[in-house]
Nanobody
Framework: QVQLVESGGGLVQAGGSLRLSCAAS????????IGWFRQAPGKEREFVAR????????HYADSVKGRFTISRDNANNTVYLQMNSLKPEDTAVYYC?????????????????WGQGTQVTVSS
């Protein structure tokens, strides 16, 4: 069982930045792909970004491309999501998740462990 704890959320004005962290409780965290998802009130959970087990490849949703950056530090069992130029439509609860394997997985069903989420609120 892997436990994930997200942190770094909060309230920020439009145009601002936040850095989310996702810390895993157990190894081998570094052997799996990781994804960030988000869910806004009344909406479906949606993909934000994902990264391969070694950080060698990443993929982003079109809505965040060029503004968000996913990275990982396997030595410290942590994945990050740097969010710049935030917009009110980025407001959501953000979740990190561990994938079923090492690659890039496009859908939420392919992620096995999930954190509890961290709230991000962007004011206009």
């Amino acid at each position: 069982q892997v436990q994930l704890v997200e942190s770094g959320g909060g309230l920020v004005q439009a145009g601002g930045s936040l850095r989310l962290s996702c810390a895993a409780s157990a190894r081998p965290f570094g052997s799996y792909g990781i994804g960030w998802f988000r869910q806004a009130p009344g909406k479906e959970r949606e993909f934000v970004a994902r990264i391969r087990w070694n950080g060698g490849s990443t993929h982003y949703a079109d809505s965040v491309k060029g503004r968000f950056t996913i990275s990982r530090d396997n030595a410290n069992n942590t994945v990050y999501l740097q969010m710049n130029s935030l917009k009110p439509e980025d407001t959501a609860v953000y979740y990190c998740a561990v994938a079923k394997g090492r690659g890039l997985y496009p859908t939420a069903i392919e992620y096995v462990y999930w954190g509890q989420g961290t709230q991000v609120t962007v004011s206009s």
